[in-house]
């Protein structure tokens, strides 16, 4: 295994051995010497990258992501429209939607009434921020928070809005961003996964979410988002076995590294070398797990703040805890997905209990954070893959009404991490359908998430294929406004 | 040696008059493409003369002494040589002159001339008989004078007039504190938008940025600005005029000036346009000012500085495990970041260890780690921390007293410690601190209160109003299933500690009052509802939850299903029915659901032999958001040869009513039978054949979704 001539040889695959090779050939025609960065070896591209460190000074850490899957209306939570309501029931005119494309869910409209939010909007901290009554407890720590109201995106189908969200390409095979920043900043606590992922799902209409949103795409394995049980207990499978002790399940690893060893020296494959690390890990976390996801000491008053959920396992309130747990222990991106808001219709009877099940746990993680002196390390974002459109899908009557899929315009928040507090940047139009001050595309969002990590986006690169990839791939701009 | 010196003497001639032609005529003079790079060597081959000049001045005295034709022929290949290169300067230099008209200065006619008379001034040297020294030592001291002439007026056009003794008067205003905007701020935006055209070598429109002095000549089209009116400046007009524009700068296609650029260069320009004025010299309040310090903190945002050295980085190796991690802060910071993880792993020996790295620790991050008082005084030693993390540790009072020495930090987070108001007397001793954590511990908020008002840099936080009352959730079945066997044990749980769960099982609603406090799992007898509510002090009352425990009843030997499910929703044909698995009501996709739509569901369930039946519970979810409703009817038969069925009982299920439209549950029908033994039982329900009105889907077929059917002896 350690050999100089194995160590060589799994690194020499056929596209680096084609490199090099033209690295030898190349050299020898004088002229071409004089094209810079030419025949520079694949290789090296990243290698400065390897470190795991961040390229400057990072102003978060670590990152808790609260997806909110299928996309939760801003028309009733963030973006308040008075002007809506007053045009209860009319047509949206063209000149607005300007050619938007429609979904196949409302392209057989005829109309496209519009409606305003069914719930009341108030303001509320220094800042004066509007939210919508479905949100109490967000409302009361808006002055922590980032309101970005300007977001757009590509995308007006979940799946391929959200894989955009999360991987940078609608398609589904590059790097997740929890992928991205394990690679560009490796693992803080060598006993847990860089990248966790935690489910949940509200009452309402539920879109799935599937591995391919943590996946670690092109790069290596131990990059991969590891996914949580929503069982008491957390990690699958990880207790010994009654009878087996940890003498001897030390051993029988012992013994089957040494067996993938002798695998290693015949093929040579670094997969192999990847799934040792991967037992090894899998051995670290028979300790780490049990003692950081033990939920149970945590003080009356944390969980009063979390709601009474909080304990109970595969709820969003008890992930929103357990995500600060593992935060702490220096678990990079902690990713979770709380599934059920696409509210296409009967969004006046889906959307509170959704709200419910988020508000108030949502609020808690950033006050809780922040109770801690950890709000400024930890970057929490929360919001979906798209918006919802300001026009009615299906039948529109005063307590009854749905929303589509609107991707020119919608809004999330973030808070920590090196984000301004209490602001609220972008703005759109009196409609709530397009964007007119300050948009921010899902590739600046990226860039910007990352340049709070240390990390420029645009140095972030992995070759495959041939090229170098990014997770913000050739565009980006960080939002330098939003940024501390 | 007699040939070489022949050789050089023609050679010197030849660039004698070449250089005299040059001299004379240099107004007619055009320099072709291809001789530019001649000019170009002109600062490289210029320092040769100057250098052998020199060396033959200072050896002068010592060859007089030595007097043998080898040192003489020596000294005089050498003076020739200078010559030769000094006439090779003046020549280039005359080219470059050529290439860079902006240096059309008083300057270069100086340092043209005198270098000229150098050139000539040596020629004269080198051809001088020996024998008349006063001529000879006239001619040195001549050519000396002629050389710093020269030397100095070259190095002022290079480096700028002030190069070699800077303006004492603009020296007042340079603040000690940092260079002057000029420096810090214009030239990296000169050097990274205009520098790549306006360069010695390029200077597109005879314009040269590079230097202070040709920027303020300005290029072809007159000087940059006019000092203090940035708006009718060339510059800013230039940079302003649309993309499209021939003019605009930088042209289409190169690096744009960002906004903020744009308006520094405005303000620099209006303020005066000083090549050494710092950004403190300007008023708090100036635009200049405002533009720089924003400049600044976005700069300092990502560039942190400190004044010591690297660690070793196979120290840092060595010090590294899995539960130790001590990492620079960024690439290239001498600054580390320190976490140590997992309690049960925990040992001061990690501490010590740190001490290797003692100066350049400025994060320490220790959360819920059995961190002891008695380890405070390692972490006394860090003397660079700056943020310290101790939440969760078994810190105390006198542990924190050894913070003392920490000058700089900044950022102390104690939450869930022993610590108490005592922490005060370190608070004041901390000069830089500016945040403190202290929520969960006996610090009370009134303490808080008034620590805030006293020491106003720091920021405190403790908890928010945690005691708000809310509703506690709903109590949770322990057991597996809903479906039970007979006499099985019925468990409930709640996560919370010290929740009191009140239960029924008489179709009652359990409250404070009513209903039986759960002590342990208890028994029911048959299927019920089990009805619950969970309460605690400080908690509103769960809303009551009720669990429908089916006992699993009479088992068929087998079920043959008459109709075809809907292909969406086949579940597991006909075994889905009777496995005592229930569907889970939030998804319908459920494997143990399985569901009608084009027709109704029809099965058969065959016994062992005749057995006598008396109660049927048909169970269905709802869901009419999704179109899912009730059965219309249902209609159970008997028959012993499975040919001729008999009509046992049929159930006509009222309409569903637009005002439960929002209801999202599992339904059962029970179904009364008389008890008459039969082999073969017959299952027949109907989907709703024609959605109402009141509904989105009206006029459509609903969905008939089913999970179990119990059979009740």
Not at chain 1, 166 to 180: C, D, E, H, K, V
Not at chain 2, 79 to 104: P, W
Not at chain 2, 190 to 203: L, R
Request: hydrophobic letters at 40%; proline letters at 5%; aromatic letters at 10%.
């Amino acid at each position: 295994m350690n050999h100089p001539f194995f160590e060589h040889r799994l690194n020499i695959n056929r596209r680096h051995f084609l490199g090099k090779l033209s690295v030898g050939l190349g050299s020898m025609a004088l002229g071409s010497l004089l094209i810079k960065d030419l025949f520079n070896n694949p290789g090296q591209v990243s290698e400065h990258l390897m470190t795991g460190l961040p390229h400057f000074a990072p102003k978060a850490k670590r990152v808790i992501y609260l997806f909110q899957n299928g996309a939760p209306s801003q028309l009733e939570s963030f973006d308040y429209k008075p002007a809506l309501s007053r045009m209860f029931g009319q047509d949206l005119p063209e000149s607005i939607r300007n050619g938007q494309r429609l979904t196949g869910m409302t392209a057989n409209q005829d109309k496209f009434p519009m409606v305003g939010s069914y719930f009341p909007f108030k303001q509320y901290g220094q800042s004066g921020t509007w939210v919508s009554d479905l949100f109490p407890n967000m409302a009361k720590i808006v002055d922590d928070l980032c309101i970005v109201k300007s977001m757009h995106t590509e995308a007006i189908n979940h799946d391929p809005a959200l894989t955009f969200m999360q991987t940078g390409a609608q398609q589904g095979n590059r790097p997740s961003m929890g992928a991205w920043l394990s690679y560009g900043l490796g693992s803080e606590n060598q006993n847990l996964p860089a990248f966790c992922v935690l489910l949940s799902k509200g009452k309402g209409n539920g879109q799935g979410v599937y591995s391919k949103l943590w996946t670690n795409g092109f790069l290596d394995s131990k990059h991969q988002g590891v996914q949580f049980s929503n069982s008491e207990e957390r990690v699958l499978y990880l207790h010994d076995q009654d009878g087996l002790t940890a003498d001897d399940r030390r051993k029988m690893l012992d013994k089957l590294n040494e067996l993938n060893n002798i695998g290693f020296e015949e093929v040579g494959d670094p997969g192999i070398r990847d799934k040792i690390g991967q037992f090894e890990l899998a051995y670290r976390m028979q300790t780490a797990v049990p003692e950081i996801t033990d939920i149970t000491r945590e003080s009356d008053s944390v969980i009063r703040m979390y709601g009474p959920e909080c304990l109970m396992p595969g709820t969003y309130a008890s992930n929103c805890l357990l995500a600060r747990k593992l935060s702490e222990a220096g678990v990079r991106f902690v990713q979770i997905y709380h599934q059920g808001w696409d509210q296409h219709a009967n969004l006046v009877g889906e959307m509170p209990m959704q709200a419910m099940d988020v508000d108030r746990a949502s609020a808690a993680l950033v006050t809780d954070l922040k109770q801690r002196g950890l709000l400024e390390e930890t970057l929490v974002i929360w919001g979906g893959e798209f918006g919802r459109t300001n026009y009615c899908q299906g039948p529109l009557s005063a307590d009854s009404y749905g929303r589509d899929h609107h991707p020119r315009a919608y809004t999330i928040w973030m808070a920590g991490g090196g984000i301004k507090p209490g602001i609220v940047y972008g703005e759109t139009d009196e409609f709530g359908y397009n964007i007119i001050e300050n948009p921010v595309h899902v590739n600046d969002f990226h860039a910007t998430v990352l340049h709070l990590l240390g990390l420029d986006h645009e140095k972030l690169v992995y070759r495959h294929l041939g090229r170098r990839y990014r997770l913000t791939d050739v565009a980006g701009k960080v939002v330098d406004d939003i940024i501390v | 040696m007699q040939r070489v010196q022949t050789y050089l003497s023609n050679l010197i001639f030849g660039f004698a008059v070449l250089a005299l032609i040059l001299m004379l005529f240099d107004k007619y003079i055009q320099v072709p493409a291809w001789l530019i790079s001649a000019g170009r060597i002109h600062p490289l081959v210029l320092h040769l003369p100057i250098g052998m000049y020199v060396l033959y001045m200072v050896m002068l005295p010592f060859v007089r002494s030595a007097k043998d034709s080898v040192t003489d022929g020596l000294m005089d290949l050498m003076l020739r040589i200078a010559c030769l290169m000094s006439f090779l300067s003046a020549v280039t230099g005359s080219m470059l002159s050529h290439e860079l008209q902006a240096y059309n200065s008083s300057q270069l006619s100086v340092h043209r001339y005198a270098g000229f008379a150098f050139a000539f001034g040596l020629y004269l040297l080198c051809f001088t008989d020996t024998k008349r020294k006063l001529l000879r030592a006239f001619l040195l001291c001549a050519n000396a004078t002629l050389l710093i002439i020269t030397g100095h007026k070259g190095a002022e056009i290079t480096h700028g007039k002030n190069f070699l003794f800077p303006d004492n008067k603009d020296a007042i205003n340079t603040s000690s504190s940092g260079q002057s905007v000029y420096t810090e701020w214009i030239i990296p935006v000169f050097k990274n938008k205009c520098f790549s055209c306006h360069n010695p070598e390029k200077k597109k429109g005879g314009l040269i940025m590079s230097d202070t002095l040709s920027l303020s000549a300005g290029g072809k089209s007159g000087p940059l600005w006019i000092s203090g009116h940035a708006d009718s400046s060339l510059i800013i007009k230039n940079i302003m005029l649309p993309l499209s524009d021939e003019a605009h700068m930088p042209p289409e296609g190169k690096p744009q000036l960002t906004a903020l650029e744009i308006d520094l260069l405005k303000a620099w320009i209006n303020s005066g346009v000083s090549f050494n004025r710092s950004a403190d010299s300007y008023q708090k309040n100036d635009t200049l000012r405002i533009i720089t310090d924003q400049m600044s903190t976005l700069k300092n945002r990502t560039i942190k500085s400190y004044n010591f050295e690297a660690a070793d980085a196979e120290e840092l190796e060595k010090i590294n495990t899995h539960f130790l991690v001590v990492k620079p802060v960024n690439v290239g910071s001498p600054a580390l970041s320190v976490s140590i993880f997992l309690a049960s792993e925990y040992k001061t020996d990690h501490l010590k260890k740190l001490l290797a790295v003692k100066k350049q620790i400025v994060q320490l991050n220790l959360i819920d780690i059995p961190v002891r008082d008695a380890d405070m005084q390692i972490i006394s030693e860090f003397s660079a921390l700056e943020k310290l993390i101790l939440n969760g540790t078994e810190i105390t009072d006198s542990g924190i007293k050894k913070l003392e020495e920490l000058k700089n930090l900044e950022h102390l987070s104690l939450s869930k410690t022993k610590v108490t108001n005592d922490l005060e007397n370190i608070i004041n001793k901390l000069p830089r601190l500016r945040n403190v954590f202290v929520n969960e511990t006996a610090i009370k908020k009134d303490i808080i209160d008034l620590w805030q008002k006293k020491y106003p840099q720091i920021f405190f936080c403790c908890a928010s109003a945690a005691d708000e009352k809310i509703k506690l959730s709903p109590p949770l079945l322990a057991n597996e299933n809903t479906t039970i066997t007979s006499g099985e044990d019925i468990a409930l749980k709640h996560y919370i500690k010290g929740v009191k769960i009140k239960y029924t099982t008489d179709g009652s609603i359990p409250d404070t009052v009513n209903g039986r406090e759960y002590n342990g799992p208890f028994k029911i007898s048959g299927s019920a509802d089990v009805k619950a509510v969970a309460v605690k002090e400080g908690w509103y009352a769960s809303e009551p939850i009720t669990f429908s425990l089916f006992e699993r009843g009479v088992l068929p030997d087998s079920t043959q299903l008459l109709s075809a499910p809907n292909i969406q929703y086949p579940g597991r044909g006909h075994l889905t029915f009777t496995d005592g698995n229930r569907g889970p009501i939030s998804n319908l996709k459920d494997p143990n659901w399985i569901a009608f739509r084009e027709g109704p569901f029809v099965a058969v369930c065959r016994f062992g032999g005749p057995v006598s039946i008396h109660k049927i519970s048909f169970c269905y979810g709802l869901q009419v958001q999704a179109y899912v409703f009730p059965p219309v009817d249902i209609k159970i038969s008997g028959s012993n040869d499975n040919k001729n069925f008999m009509l046992l009982a049929a159930n006509k299920i009222p309409p569903f009513l637009k005002e439960d439209k929002d209801q999202v549950k599992p339904g059962v029908v029970h179904l009364q039978l008389t008890g008459k033994p039969f082999k073969y039982y017959k299952v027949e329900a109907h989907n709703l054949p024609v959605i109402p009105k009141w509904h989105p889907g009206k006029g459509e077929a609903g969905w008939l979704f089913i999970d179990e059917i119990f059979f009740y002896k």
